[in-house]
C-alpha cells in the first residue's frame, strides 16, 4: 500500500524518488565513485553509473519513500543503470521485508532471486544478501545457496556467501562452512573477502573452535586474502601458525 503524505501526487513514486536523485547527483564525486567501485574496461563493475550521491543521501532518500513504492516499481527501479537508484531500492526492499508478513517475504524473496543480476556490486549485496535472502532462508530449505554458489555470475556467489550473515547472527555455522569449502577454489579477490570476512564472524560470534578445524584443514589451500581475513580476530601466535601454512 502507498503513503502519498510527504510526496507530490503530479508524479509518480518512483519519478519522484528519481528527481530527489537527480537533485543531489554531484559530478566531482561520482568520477571518484566509479574508480573507487571498478566501473572501467575490464573490471568487476564495468559500465556501472555512479551519480555521486553519499550513501546517507541514498538512505534518507529510502527511508522517505519506504512505503510509497510497492514491489513493481521496486522492480524497476532495481534495473536502473545508475548504482544509487539501485541500491535505494535495496534499502528500501530490505525495509519493507523486516516489516512484511511471510506471504510478503515470500514475493520480496523472489523478486530479489529473479533480479540478482541487478545486484551487482559488493555494497548492493553486502546491504541486502543477509537480511533478504538470509533472513528468508533462516527457518527454510536453503538448497538455493548452493545454486548460487555456484553460479558463474560473481555477485550471484556473494549472495550465497553473504546471506550466511544472517545465519551466524543466529547462532549457526553449517551453511556458512558449507559455501565457504564450494568457493575456496574460487579466482576472484571480492570473493576471497567475502568467504574470509564470513569465517571471521563464524569463529567470533558462533564457534572459534569451528573455525580452527575448518583452518586446519583447508588452511593451505585458501587464497592468501581469504586467510587473513578469516585470521583477523584470532591471536598473533595462531595468526602467524596458519598463515605459515
Given at each position: 500500500?502507498k503513503?502519498?503524505?510527504?510526496?507530490?501526487?503530479?508524479?509518480?513514486?518512483?519519478?519522484?524518488?528519481?528527481?530527489?536523485?537527480?537533485s543531489?547527483?554531484?559530478?566531482?564525486?561520482?568520477?571518484?565513485?566509479?574508480?573507487?567501485?571498478k566501473?572501467?574496461?575490464?573490471?568487476?563493475?564495468e559500465?556501472?553509473?555512479?551519480?555521486?550521491?553519499?550513501?546517507?543521501?541514498?538512505?534518507?532518500?529510502?527511508?522517505?519513500?519506504?512505503?510509497a513504492?510497492?514491489?513493481?516499481?521496486?522492480?524497476?527501479?532495481?534495473?536502473?543503470?545508475?548504482?544509487?537508484?539501485?541500491?535505494?531500492?535495496?534499502?528500501?526492499l530490505?525495509?519493507?521485508?523486516?516489516?512484511?508478513?511471510?506471504?510478503?517475504?515470500?514475493?520480496?524473496?523472489?523478486?530479489?532471486?529473479?533480479?540478482?543480476?541487478?545486484?551487482?556490486?559488493?555494497?548492493?549485496?553486502?546491504?541486502?544478501?543477509?537480511?533478504?535472502?538470509?533472513?528468508?532462508?533462516?527457518?527454510?530449505?536453503?538448497?538455493?545457496?548452493?545454486?548460487?554458489?555456484?553460479?558463474?555470475?560473481?555477485?550471484?556467489?556473494?549472495?550465497?556467501?553473504?546471506?550466511?550473515?544472517?545465519?551466524?547472527?543466529?547462532?549457526?555455522?553449517?551453511?556458512?562452512?558449507?559455501?565457504?569449502?564450494?568457493?575456496?577454489?574460487?579466482?576472484?579477490?571480492?570473493?576471497?573477502?567475502?568467504?574470509?570476512?564470513?569465517?571471521?564472524?563464524?569463529?567470533?560470534?558462533?564457534?572459534?573452535?569451528?573455525?580452527?578445524?575448518?583452518?586446519?584443514?583447508?588452511?593451505?589451500?585458501?587464497?592468501?586474502?581469504?586467510l587473513?581475513?578469516?585470521?583477523?580476530?584470532?591471536?598473533?601466535?595462531?595468526?602467524?601458525?596458519?598463515?605459515?601454512?
Amino acid at each position: 500500500m502507498k503513503k502519498e503524505s510527504g510526496i507530490s501526487q503530479a508524479l509518480s513514486a518512483v519519478s519522484q524518488l528519481q528527481k530527489d536523485v537527480q537533485s543531489q547527483a554531484d559530478a566531482s564525486r561520482a568520477v571518484i565513485l566509479q574508480r573507487f567501485f571498478k566501473t572501467g574496461k575490464g573490471e568487476y563493475a564495468e559500465g556501472d553509473v555512479f551519480l555521486g550521491l553519499t550513501v546517507p543521501q541514498s538512505r534518507k532518500i529510502a527511508k522517505k519513500y519506504a512505503s510509497a513504492l510497492n514491489l513493481k516499481e521496486i522492480d524497476t527501479l532495481m534495473k536502473s543503470p545508475n548504482h544509487e537508484e539501485r541500491l535505494i531500492a535495496l534499502l528500501i526492499l530490505v525495509s519493507q521485508f523486516q516489516e512484511a508478513s511471510e506471504k510478503e517475504q515470500t514475493r520480496i524473496f523472489k523478486l530479489y532471486i529473479k533480479n540478482s543480476k541487478y545486484v551487482n556490486n559488493w555494497d548492493l549485496v553486502d546491504t541486502s544478501a543477509p537480511a533478504i535472502v538470509g533472513g528468508y532462508l533462516l527457518n527454510r530449505d536453503r538448497s538455493v545457496l548452493k545454486k548460487l554458489a555456484t553460479s558463474k555470475n560473481l555477485w550471484q556467489r556473494r549472495i550465497a556467501m553473504l546471506a550466511t550473515f544472517h545465519f551466524i547472527y543466529n547462532g549457526e555455522s553449517a551453511d556458512t562452512l558449507k559455501i565457504a569449502k564450494l568457493l575456496l577454489k574460487d579466482e576472484h579477490d571480492l570473493i576471497h573477502k567475502a568467504v574470509g570476512w564470513m569465517l571471521r564472524e563464524m569463529g567470533k560470534k558462533v564457534s572459534e573452535e569451528k573455525l580452527l578445524k575448518f583452518l586446519d584443514q583447508h588452511a593451505a589451500k585458501m587464497p592468501r586474502t581469504m586467510l587473513r581475513y578469516s585470521l583477523e580476530k584470532l591471536p598473533a601466535e595462531k595468526r602467524k601458525h596458519y598463515m605459515s601454512k
